[in-house]
DNA sequence: CGGCAATTGTTGTCGTCAACAACAATCTTT
DNA sequence: AAAGATTGTTGTTGACGACAACAATTGCCG
């Protein structure tokens, strides 16, 4: 639906233009500003992108209320039970005062749960429990759709390419 | 007086060797943790790069103390001089309260000037002072510094595919 | 022309998220 | 046993997005 296609090019944007004293400008509509040197940096592209895909993530997983960083967290503790708070929040880059409330939320839904462990009484093994277990089957049905969105947005290929491109970051 | 210096240490492509000892279940070393679904999402995969790269930008320009999102507003209004902050806000896809704080700070830095506008009394004609317009010179050679980080950590060729397949987004 | 709706900048609130600091309880090292 | 490091926790700060309310101003429509 984003019909913005900026491929316009316009060159009124190239020199540095100073009307000393003049504050109304020439009036410009709504898609005919330039970017300038914005285009070209790969941050803003991403920063834009991935606004869109965690927007459509969470729309997408509005029904079961699961935001990204919930998913990523069962998902982390569904493949490998029994991790600590400190090893989770290490292995997805989260901040572990961080992850404090992200699985004070899950506990609080009976999602996942906190065990003493024995041979360690400072951490906890986080397990999902039987009912998050289920419910991060539902959730992954769910991601799955959100990413065909992703394929329909920016096309199969391109998908594949990018995770490629980016396989060294996750 | 944000200096926050990050050094939020994403330990993606090197692996640190350090011992989780999680005691409850299996023993895992930080770099063996599965990530099962979370791979192949490209969200995932997409919000662990844009962070770094952010944290690079931000790194990069530090000693200017110039964000991203300051960035791109100095960008747009050096290439279009006059805008009203309505036209920037819907451009950059920032709230306009949120730019009214943007501005404020550029403002009080002698970057960026907010000129009443004769021909409609509410709005704001935006450009950059004549030391914005410097400065910017100055920040866009360590932009493109912070563009060369990028190629380092992904290769040129896969920078330009990306900048392609996300142009729709910019 | 006059009144009403829409727009612009502004202020403020709320919630998310990253970075840090401090702390108690508990290992680990020496 | 003492010193130092790690784990989970609490709390603070700051950047950021989403909203809501508001005054000033403009545009529209009857």
Redesign the interface.
């Known amino acids: 639906m ?1 019909e ?1 296609t ?1 491929q316009g090019e316009i060159d ?2 190239t020199s ?4 000393t004293g003049n ?4 009036h ?1 509509d ?1 898609d005919e ?22 927007q459509d ?1 969470i729309k997408t997983l509005a029904d079961v209320d699961i935001r ?1 960083t919930q998913y ?1 967290v069962m ?2 503790i ?7 708070q ?2 989770v929040a ?2 997805l ?1 989260i901040e572990r005062a961080r992850l404090v409330h992200l699985l004070d939320s899950l506990e609080s839904r009976r999602l996942v749960k906190r ?1 003493k ?4 009484r400072r ?1 906890h ?1 986080l397990h999902l429990t039987a009912q998050g277990e289920t419910a991060l089957a539902k959730f ?1 049905r769910l ?1 799955a759709e ?2 065909r969105h ?1 394929e329909e947005k ?1 096309g199969k290929e ?2 594949e ?3 490629r ?6």
């Open positions: 984003s913005r900026n009124i944007a540095p233009r100073k009307r504050g109304a400008a020439r410009h709504a500003i330039g970017l300038d040197a914005l285009v070209g940096h790969a941050g803003y592209a991403v920063r834009r992108f991935q606004i869109w895909i965690f993530f990204p990523s998902t982390v569904g493949a490998n039970p029994g991790l600590s400190m090893a290490k292995r880059g065990i462990s024995k041979t360690d951490s093994a992954k991601a959100h990413e992703v920016i391109n998908r390419h990018l995770l491109i980016l396989a060294g970051f996750t």
